[in-house]
C-alpha cells in the first residue's frame, strides 16, 4: 500500500522524528516543511532573507510560499511515491491548497496523524534537540544521544541547535500553532482522517502507536 500522511502536532512533540523512522520502515518520503524553509532561507536572495526572520521570530511563512515548495517536492516525486508531509499544512488556507495539489496529481491523503505532547514534554525536547548539519537526522543531547558528542551517528557530521529553539521564540511558536494549526485537527476529524497520537511516551513506544493507527488504515 502506497502511504500519503500529513503529521500535525505542536512544535518538539516529535514529528520529525517519527517520521524519519517511518520512511524508514515503509519506504516512504519525509517532506518537511520546516526543512525545505530551511534550505530556503540560506540563501541571500530577498525570499531567503524573509524565509530567515520569520522562522526566528516563530510565526508562519506565508501559505503560497510554503504551498508552492510542496507542490513542487511532490511533483517531483511523482503519483507512485508514498509521503509523509511533516508539519504541512499548518493552516486552512494550506489545507484547501494541499488538496488541490494532490487533486492535479490524481491522489488522495490515507490519514493525518496528530503527534500531541504536553508542554512540559515539549520544553524538555526542544531545549536539547539536536540536528544533523547535512543529513538532518534529530538527536536529543540526553533522550537521543548520538554515540559521539556533537557528530551524526549517520554520517558523521556536525550537529547544530537550532536558532528556533531559544525559549522565548519557543512561546512564540506554541502559540502560533495554538492559534493556526490546531483547527486543522477538527478540519480532518470532519473528513474521517484524523488519528490522534499521545506522543509523550518513549520513541519507541510512540513508533508502535503509529504502527497501530496506520494498521486500523486497513
Ligand atoms: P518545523 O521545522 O517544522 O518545526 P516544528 O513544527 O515547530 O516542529 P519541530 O521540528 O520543532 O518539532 P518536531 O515535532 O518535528 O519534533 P522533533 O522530532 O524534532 O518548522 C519550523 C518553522 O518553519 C515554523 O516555526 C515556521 O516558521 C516555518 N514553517 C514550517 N512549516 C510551515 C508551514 N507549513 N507553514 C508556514 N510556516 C512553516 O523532536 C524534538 C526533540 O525531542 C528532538 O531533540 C528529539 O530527539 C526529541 N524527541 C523526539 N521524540 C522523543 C521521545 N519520544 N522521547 C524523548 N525525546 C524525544
Known amino acids: 500500500m502506497v502511504l500519503r500522511l500529513v503529521f500535525l502536532g505542536p512544535p518538539g512533540a516529535g514529528k520529525g522524528t517519527i517520521a524519519q523512522r517511518l520512511c524508514t520502515a ?77 487533486e492535479n496529481l490524481g491522489i488522495s491523503l490515507d490519514a493525518a496523524i496528530d503527534i500531541e505532547a504536553s508542554d512540559e514534554t515539549i520544553v524538555k525536547r526542544l531545549s536539547g534537540r539536536r540536528s544533523c548539519s547535512k543529513c538532518g537526522k534529530i538527536y536529543h543531547v540526553k533522550n537521543i544521544p548520538p554515540k559521539e558528542e556533537g557528530k551524526c551517528d549517520a554520517c558523521s557530521s556536525a550537529l547544530f541547535q537550532r536558532d528556533d529553539d531559544k525559549p522565548e521564540v519557543v512561546k512564540t511558536r506554541l502559540e502560533t500553532y495554538r492559534e493556526k494549526t490546531k483547527p486543522l485537527v477538527d478540519y480532518y476529524k470532519e473528513k474521517g482522517l484524523l488519528k490522534a497520537i499521545d506522543a509523550n511516551g518513549e520513541v519507541e513506544e510512540n513508533m508502535q502507536n503509529v504502527e497501530k493507527a496506520l494498521k486500523e488504515l486497513g
Open 26 to 102: 515503509h519506504n516512504l518520503v519525509q517532506v518537511s516543511t520546516g526543512d525545505l524553509l530551511r534550505e530556503e532561507s540560506k540563501s541571500e536572495s530577498g525570499l531567503g532573507k524573509k524565509v530567515k526572520a520569520i522562522m526566528e521570530s516563530g510565526q508562519y511563512v506565508d501559505d503560497q510560499t510554503v504551498s508552492k515548495l510542496v507542490e513542487n517536492k511532490l511533483a517531483s516525486l511523482g503519483g507512485e511515491k508514498g509521503f509523509i508531509l511533516d508539519g504541512y499544512p499548518r493552516t486552512l488556507k494550506q489545507a484547501e491548497l494541499l488538496e488541490s495539489i494532490l
